[in-house]
């Protein structure tokens, strides 16, 4: 595959693979992540992910550009995301550590995503695989969901979480996360003196 340079640049790996920097003919970047022989997930997941994001398309989820399917290579090709995923962002070692309003934009984002996979796709569409590291960043810290493997269509009567709920959750926990910085920093403050 010419666009990832011969495989050279390796952004990640996870279990499908390792994923690889790409450019393509009019010069976007590109992420391809190519399915290993190795790979714990396989070609079943390989085309769940292809025929789910052939269908589904919001801004808070990574599209994807095109897929290869041959002989000796499956790889997915997505948009590139510059800022990687949100794990990466959340640790307060970092120099540039994400501020509480980006946090929750952040946040707001993957509600937004997760909203239209339960609610605006007929059948709803459960992630099954939703944590910090399937959160990609824009250059512009822009939220999108990726790694939909795992992802099923719901086809019980059960209805998922509608947005409000997600972001009234949401409001709980950041008011969880202000109430605990605050008693740890009053709790400094008082050991100190």
Request: proline share 2%.
């Amino acid at each position: 595959m010419s666009i990832t340079n011969n495989f050279r640049d390796v952004i990640g790996e996870g279990g499908f693979g390792k994923v690889y920097l790409g450019n393509l003919s009019d010069g976007t970047q590109a992420a391809v992540k190519v399915l290993s022989a190795s790979s714990k997930q396989g070609y079943k997941e390989f085309l769940a992910e292809v025929e789910l994001l052939l269908v589904v398309h919001h801004r808070n989820l990574v599209p994807l550009l095109g897929y290869c399917n041959e002989e000796k290579i499956m790889a997915l090709v997505y948009e590139y995301m510059e800022n990687g995923n949100l794990k990466q962002h959340l640790s307060e070692t970092r120099a540039d550590a994400m501020s509480w309003e980006e946090r929750l934009q952040v946040a707001v984002d993957a509600a937004h995503g997760l909203e239209y996979l339960h609610n605006g796709c007929k059948p709803p569409i459960i992630h099954r695989d939703f944590k910090s590291s399937n959160i990609l960043l824009t250059r512009d810290l822009q939220a999108k969901i990726s790694d939909f493997g795992l992802s099923r269509a719901l086809t019980t009567s059960r209805t998922p979480m509608s947005l409000l709920n997600l972001l009234a959750l949401l409001g709980i926990l950041i008011q969880r996360a202000v109430r605990q910085e605050f008693s740890t920093r009053k709790l400094i403050l008082t050991v100190s003196g």
